[in-house]
């Protein structure tokens, strides 16, 4: 069983990345999967969420400086799930973490507790 991310890198300030997250060793269209983000120096937080059903929910759109920039997505054909990324800060800079919780729901705070399977990882860096 394996999660691994890629899609990351460094952007400069305003611009996009879309995150892929893949599966191997099973098939996560029965599991919400969840992306999560760890700047240095700071607690990792929930960043979104999509059901089995496709409801997403944003963690951090109570903060008016994350609202509508980043758009969760999932392709069950492929096995894999998006974070696209736009209007990028320096801000958003960490390391980005796709998990995957043996639920069909997403859990209303993304705290991480849920989710049973976790990515390695990928590196997002955001110039200003």
């Known amino acids: 069983v394996q999660l691994v991310e890629s899609g990351g890198g460094l952007v400069q300030a305003g611009g996009s990345l879309r995150l892929s997250c893949a599966a191997s060793g099973f098939t996560f269209s029965g599991d919400a999967v969840g992306w999560f983000r760890q700047a240095p120096g700071k607690e990792r937080e929930g960043v979104s969420c999509i059901s089995t059903m496709d409801g997403t929910t944003y963690y951090l759109d109570h903060l008016d400086s994350m609202k509508g920039r980043f758009t969760i997505s999932r392709d069950n054909a492929k096995n894999t799930v998006y974070l696209q990324m736009d209007n990028l800060k320096p801000e958003d800079t960490a390391v980005y973490y796709c998990?995957?919780?043996?639920?069909?729901?997403?859990?209303?705070?993304?705290?991480?507790?849920?989710?049973?399977?976790w990515g390695q990882g990928t590196q997002v860096i955001v110039s200003s």
């Open positions: 998990a995957a919780a043996q639920i069909s729901f997403c859990p209303p705070y993304g705290l991480g507790l849920e989710y049973v399977y």
